[in-house]
């Protein structure tokens, strides 16, 4: 039997399995958050015509791409570091070669500054699949939890501050300050993924899932697709306008504004670190079924607060709402890495993820007017049904999963 020291010896110690991953989380949720959320809010104050502003959404585009070359990650290992630290490195440092360059932006035309913010964006995209496919090799499913919380917790910090922080400063230290702070971030948030000993836990993520054969594959892995698509679809037609609502209902403009910027990525912080305990306490199932109910309910709430133009209850029911679905998130990514535990870990990461990026798209275009031609009421109450199915088809993909992963230990 072994002793507690060997016990000991062949787990990651909490702060060293961690630390790397909540750093370079916190770099892709800062220099995201500054470059689609906090540059378009400088160049708009700067006189910077809001149909121009609108193409800045393009930035986010690389992010749902990646599936497009994630099997060059998969095949090509950079020389001198290994494989995915390689991949790792190389992202992040042109990162902050292109940030750097577009700290001499601030007077460009916007193609120019669409065009380097886009690549810088398919940079820090890269980073991130690289760091997920690090994931899933490297790190056992047993504490993939508290990764998927690292994950959610470094992402909503590094939004703080790449918005609300670098905007925040802008008066202060004007574009080139805030972009160059933004870079700085980035090398500092690089240096722990150095020391991580990917080459002795490559192979500890467990084997890959097997299945009968290529098409097996490709039937399972298109059906996992579609169901992470369906969810993150229904998730934003149900949760995303809710600001947009409290606007209608007459919610001050600096009321909304507080909820967007401070509340929500702090409740989402909060809320990706309670997840994680909570989701090895009680398991993934539960908290999935958990937060869908109370994401129905606090939806269900919105709804009657628009019927009734009962202020009080919209904000409370958005607050909820980004609560419960804060309970989803760390259980939903964890089910990723182990949907993406196969030969191409980079690849599959990149089909599962950026699905259902682009199946949130749509409804990201279509809501308002849809919000608009129904009225706030109706609209939220048909998002209901359609966030219960999704819900409720990926509860049971999981459970599935999870069944067919427990007969095979046993």
């Known amino acids: ?43 708009r104050a700067r006189g910077m015509e809001l149909a121009e502003i609108g ?29 995915w630290t390689g991949w790792i490195v190389a992202a992040q440092a042109m990162t902050v070669a292109l940030l750097a360059g577009l700290s001499f932006g601030e007077h460009w035309p916007l193609p120019a500054l669409l065009a380097l913010a886009v690549a810088t964006c398919a940079c820090v995209a890269t980073m991130d699949i690289a760091l997920e496919a690090l994931v899933v090799e490297t790190v056992p499913a047993e504490q993939r939890t508290f990764v998927a919380s690292a994950k959610l917790c470094g992402a909503s910090l590094g939004g703080i501050l790449g918005i609300g922080v670098l905007v925040g400063a ?25 020391f991580y000993p990917e080459g002795r836990l490559r192979g500890a993520g467990g084997r890959p899932e097997r299945f009968a054969g290529s098409l097996a594959r490709l039937r399972a892995v298109g059906m996992r697709i579609l169901v992470l698509g369906a969810y993150f679809a229904a998730t934003y037609l149900l949760s995303g306008p809710n600001t947009l609502a409290l606007l209608d209902l007459g919610v001050p ?41 109370g994401v129905l309910v606090t939806g269900s709430a919105m709804a009657a607060a628009c019927a ?29 890495y182990r949907w993406a535990q196969g030969p191409q870990p980079a690849t599959d990461y990149a089909l599962l993820f950026g699905a259902a990026f682009f199946a949130a798209m749509p ?43 427990r007969a095979e230990r046993s």
């Open 1 to 43: 039997m072994a002793t507690q020291a060997e016990i000991r010896a062949g787990r990651l110690p909490a702060i060293r399995a961690l630390a790397p991953f909540f750093c370079l989380y916190v770099t892709f949720g800062a220099t995201l958050g500054f470059l689609s959320g906090g540059a378009p809010l400088i160049l």
């Open 55 to 83: 193409l800045l959404q393009l930035i986010n585009l690389p992010v749902g791409l990646t599936f497009l070359w994630a099997a060059v990650l998969d095949r090509i290992r950079l020389p001198i570091l290994h494989h």
């Open 170 to 194: 802008y008066e202060s230290i004007g574009w080139r300050g805030a972009v160059l702070a933004c870079a700085a971030l980035d090398v500092l948030c690089l240096l722990p993924i150095l």
């Open 363 to 405: 409804p990201r275009v279509a809501a308002p007017a849809l919000a608009g031609g129904l009225g706030w009421p109706a609209y939220f109450t048909a998002a209901l049904p359609l966030y219960a199915a999704s819900a409720a088809w990926l509860i049971a993909a999981i459970r599935r999963t999870l069944q067919a992963d």
């Open 253 to 293: 403009l600096s009321q909304v504004g507080l909820l967007t910027g401070t509340v929500f990525p702090a409740v989402n912080l909060v809320m990706a670190v309670v997840a994680g305990g909570l989701a090895a306490r009680f398991g993934t199932v539960r908290m999935l079924v958990v937060g869908a109910f």
């Open 308 to 336: 009734t133009g009962t202020t009080w209850l919209a904000v409370t029911a958005t607050v909820g709402n980004f609560v419960c679905a804060g309970l989803m998130g760390v259980p939903v990514f964890k089910m990723i």
